[in-house]
Protein backbone atom coordinates (compact mmCIF):
# COMPACT_ATOMS: atom_id res chain seq x y z
CA UNK A 1 0.00 0.00 0.00
CA UNK A 2 2.97 2.38 0.32
CA UNK A 3 3.76 2.44 -3.22
CA UNK A 4 -0.78 4.05 -3.53
CA UNK A 5 0.79 7.07 -1.38
CA UNK A 6 4.11 7.86 -3.13
CA UNK A 7 3.21 7.32 -6.72
CA UNK A 8 -0.41 8.85 -6.11
CA UNK A 9 0.39 11.82 -3.40
CA UNK A 10 1.29 14.33 -6.57
CA UNK A 11 -2.10 13.57 -8.28
CA UNK A 12 -3.92 14.15 -4.93
CA UNK A 13 -2.23 17.17 -4.93
CA UNK A 14 -3.26 18.55 -8.25
CA UNK A 15 -6.63 17.10 -7.74
CA UNK A 16 -7.09 19.31 -4.42
CA UNK A 17 -5.70 22.30 -5.75
CA UNK A 18 -7.46 22.02 -9.16
CA UNK A 19 -10.85 22.32 -7.08
CA UNK A 20 -9.48 25.13 -4.30
CA UNK A 21 -8.57 27.28 -7.92
CA UNK A 22 -11.93 26.65 -9.23
CA UNK A 23 -13.88 26.63 -5.89
CA UNK A 24 -14.92 30.57 -6.43
CA UNK A 25 -15.47 29.59 -10.67
CA UNK A 26 -18.62 27.48 -10.52
CA UNK A 27 -19.98 28.18 -14.10
CA UNK A 28 -21.49 25.75 -15.83
CA UNK A 29 -18.11 24.26 -17.78
CA UNK A 30 -16.19 24.47 -14.34
CA UNK A 31 -19.34 22.29 -12.75
CA UNK A 32 -19.25 19.89 -15.90
CA UNK A 33 -15.04 19.42 -15.74
CA UNK A 34 -14.67 18.87 -11.90
CA UNK A 35 -17.86 16.00 -12.51
CA UNK A 36 -16.01 14.85 -15.14
CA UNK A 37 -12.88 14.88 -13.20
CA UNK A 38 -13.95 13.53 -9.60
CA UNK A 39 -15.67 10.28 -11.39
CA UNK A 40 -12.29 9.73 -13.70
CA UNK A 41 -10.43 10.36 -10.58
CA UNK A 42 -12.22 7.85 -8.15
CA UNK A 43 -12.56 5.06 -10.91
CA UNK A 44 -8.82 5.62 -11.85
CA UNK A 45 -8.12 5.42 -8.09
CA UNK A 46 -10.03 2.61 -7.62
CA UNK A 47 -8.54 0.93 -10.36
CA UNK A 48 -5.04 1.32 -8.95
CA UNK A 49 -6.04 -0.38 -5.63
CA UNK A 50 -7.36 -3.60 -7.57
CA UNK A 51 -4.14 -3.76 -9.08
CA UNK A 52 -2.57 -4.11 -6.34
CA UNK A 53 0.80 -5.49 -6.20
CA UNK A 54 0.76 -6.15 -10.12
CA UNK A 55 1.12 -2.17 -10.73
CA UNK A 56 4.29 -1.46 -12.25
CA UNK A 57 5.58 1.66 -13.92
CA UNK A 58 7.37 -0.84 -16.60
CA UNK A 59 5.50 -3.32 -17.98
CA UNK A 60 5.87 -6.22 -16.29
CA UNK A 61 3.80 -9.46 -15.42
CA UNK A 62 3.03 -10.20 -11.54
CA UNK A 63 -0.35 -11.46 -11.89
CA UNK A 64 -3.41 -11.23 -14.27
CA UNK A 65 -5.74 -9.24 -12.61
CA UNK A 66 -9.13 -9.52 -13.98
CA UNK A 67 -11.60 -8.59 -11.16
CA UNK A 68 -13.26 -5.48 -10.11
CA UNK A 69 -13.28 -2.75 -13.45
CA UNK A 70 -10.31 -5.19 -14.81
CA UNK A 71 -13.38 -7.64 -15.44
CA UNK A 72 -14.21 -4.77 -17.84
CA UNK A 73 -11.67 -2.85 -18.90
CA UNK A 74 -7.97 -4.01 -19.76
CA UNK A 75 -6.43 -0.58 -18.85
CA UNK A 76 -8.99 1.09 -16.58
CA UNK A 77 -5.61 3.17 -14.95
CA UNK A 78 -5.45 4.71 -18.43
CA UNK A 79 -8.96 5.26 -19.16
CA UNK A 80 -10.41 6.98 -16.23
CA UNK A 81 -6.82 8.88 -15.91
CA UNK A 82 -7.55 10.38 -19.24
CA UNK A 83 -11.50 10.82 -18.17
CA UNK A 84 -9.83 12.83 -15.00
CA UNK A 85 -7.29 14.85 -17.23
CA UNK A 86 -10.03 15.49 -19.86
CA UNK A 87 -11.86 16.96 -16.97
CA UNK A 88 -9.97 18.93 -15.57
CA UNK A 89 -8.71 20.31 -18.85
CA UNK A 90 -12.36 20.90 -19.71
CA UNK A 91 -12.72 22.82 -16.58
CA UNK A 92 -9.51 24.67 -17.14
CA UNK A 93 -10.78 25.89 -20.47
CA UNK A 94 -7.84 26.63 -22.45
CA UNK A 95 -7.88 25.40 -26.30
CA UNK A 96 -3.72 24.22 -26.26
CA UNK A 97 -4.16 22.10 -23.72
CA UNK A 98 -7.03 20.40 -24.64
CA UNK A 99 -4.98 20.13 -28.58
CA UNK A 100 -1.66 18.45 -26.54
CA UNK A 101 -3.90 16.40 -24.21
CA UNK A 102 -6.20 14.57 -26.94
CA UNK A 103 -3.50 14.26 -29.20
CA UNK A 104 -0.45 13.26 -27.02
CA UNK A 105 -2.63 11.54 -24.50
CA UNK A 106 -4.07 8.78 -26.52
CA UNK A 107 -1.03 7.81 -28.57
CA UNK A 108 1.06 7.83 -25.55
CA UNK A 109 -1.55 5.09 -23.39
CA UNK A 110 -1.98 2.77 -26.45
CA UNK A 111 1.65 2.74 -26.82
CA UNK A 112 2.11 1.48 -23.13
CA UNK A 113 -1.02 -0.99 -23.25
CA UNK A 114 0.53 -2.61 -26.60
CA UNK A 115 3.52 -2.89 -24.64
CA UNK A 116 1.95 -4.03 -21.43
CA UNK A 117 -0.18 -6.16 -23.57
CA UNK A 118 2.92 -7.94 -24.98
CA UNK A 119 4.34 -8.70 -21.45
CA UNK A 120 1.09 -10.74 -20.85
CA UNK A 121 0.47 -12.42 -23.70
CA UNK A 122 4.20 -13.68 -23.39
CA UNK A 123 3.78 -14.50 -19.65
CA UNK A 124 0.10 -15.71 -19.53
CA UNK A 125 -0.46 -16.85 -22.95
CA UNK A 126 -4.40 -18.52 -23.56
CA UNK A 127 -5.04 -17.24 -20.38
CA UNK A 128 -4.76 -13.22 -21.10
CA UNK A 129 -5.61 -14.01 -24.74
CA UNK A 130 -9.17 -15.22 -23.60
CA UNK A 131 -9.37 -12.05 -20.97
CA UNK A 132 -8.56 -9.89 -23.70
CA UNK A 133 -11.02 -11.42 -25.83
CA UNK A 134 -13.96 -10.54 -23.34
CA UNK A 135 -13.02 -7.38 -22.10
CA UNK A 136 -12.82 -3.71 -23.67
CA UNK A 137 -9.98 -1.24 -24.30
Do not use: C
Amino acid sequence: MKWVLWFDLPVLVGFAAAIVRYAWAWDARHVIGMAIAAVGFALWFTARLQLGKSFAVLPKARALVTSGLYSKFRNPIYLFGGMAYAGLIIAWGKALPIIVFFLLYPFYQFQRARKEAEVLEKTFGDEYRRYRAGTWL
